[in-house]
């Protein structure tokens, strides 16, 4: 029994990153209409910069993780700003411009720190034992610092007159544009402020697993099957998914096994599609 409530606990954990990474995907999708391939890019630059903060300025690490966070929100502000501005409304061009982004940042880390990983340790070790249950503290502070993270966005989206905007422009941008909403400003701080959650997953996540200039490739499939699987463009639906997809990756784990964990989880994923084409929360796409 407690194995099978240790599972869970890691699930939720798992979960919680997911549902980081997705919110990013899903903001960008929702509000811009463009799907981000360089987010798993950003989830590894944040690794690597909180890796550099703390090994070369010697930064504490929650202060390593906070830079993390700006650097991989203004350079993803910057990069919407100057690049995908210009062809926002054309998806072909911004997805080739989202992955030439993510080809650059991978092999640009590659090229700096080298193909081995980096000794990059999270802070805390140790286990916290409750009952017979064993529980990681490593995941457990994770968890803690990733439902803060989702709990501020949501309250950021549907609190406050910036979120508004974010959900006008969402919803129909000429409209939106013609009650004084600016894209031109809007768009880069929603581009920047979901490539933050992307660095901030990176900077807590990769001390625990691993750092390389490929960690993103894994990142980058979790996400997008989480957001389809809960819907293109629905939050709700990303955080929903993205406990499913952790319990389902956590439990399959332990009692299957790695490979057969994985299989586990498209097939969920796939049933889930085949009952609800558009997702879990989804809508019908619309025009960007």
């Known amino acids: 029994m407690h ?5 869970g606990i890691i699930g939720i954990s798992l979960g919680a990153q997911y549902a980081l990474l997705a919110l990013g995907f899903t903001l960008i999708f929702g509000i811009l209409g463009v799907i981000n391939f360089a987010h798993g890019g950003f989830y590894a630059l944040g690794g690597y910069v909180a890796y550099a903060a703390v090994s070369q300025a010697g930064l504490p690490f929650p202060l390593a993780v906070l830079v993390a966070v700006v650097a991989t929100a203004a350079l993803g502000a910057l990069y919407e700003r100057f690049l995908i501005e210009r062809l926002v409304d054309d998806h072909l061009a911004t997805m080739m411009l989202t992955l030439g982004l993510y080809l650059v940042i991978s ?3 590659l090229a700096v720190f080298g193909p081995q990983s980096p000794e990059f340790s999270f802070p805390v070790k140790g286990t916290l034992r409750a009952g017979t249950l064993y529980l990681p503290l490593e995941n457990l502070v994770v968890l803690a610092v990733c439902a803060a993270a989702i709990g501020g966005l949501w309250l950021l989206i549907y609190r406050t007159d910036f979120g508004r905007a974010l959900r006008a422009l969402a919803d129909d941008r000429r409209v939106a544009m013609t009650q004084g909403m600016r894209p031109g400003l809007l768009f880069p701080l929603a581009f ?3 490539t933050g959650l992307a660095g901030l997953t990176g900077a807590l996540v990769t001390p625990i697993l691993a750092l390389s200039p490929s960690a993103g490739d894994p990142v980058l499939v979790t996400s997008f099957l989480t957001v389809i699987l809960g819907g293109l463009g629905s939050i709700a639906g990303a955080v929903v998914a993205a406990l499913i997809v952790g319990f389902v ?4 784990s332990v009692y299957l096994g790695g490979s057969t964990g994985a299989l586990i989880l498209f097939v969920t994923v796939l049933v889930i599609l085949l009952a609800r084409p558009t997702g879990l929360f989804g809508r019908e796409i619309r025009g960007a």
Do not use: Q, R, V
């Not at 990756?249 to 399959?252: N, T």
């Open 192 to 194: 920047g402020l979901a």
């Open 3 to 7: 194995e099978f409530l240790t599972a």
């Open 249 to 252: 990756e956590a439990y399959a």
């Open 107 to 109: 092999t640009s880390l």
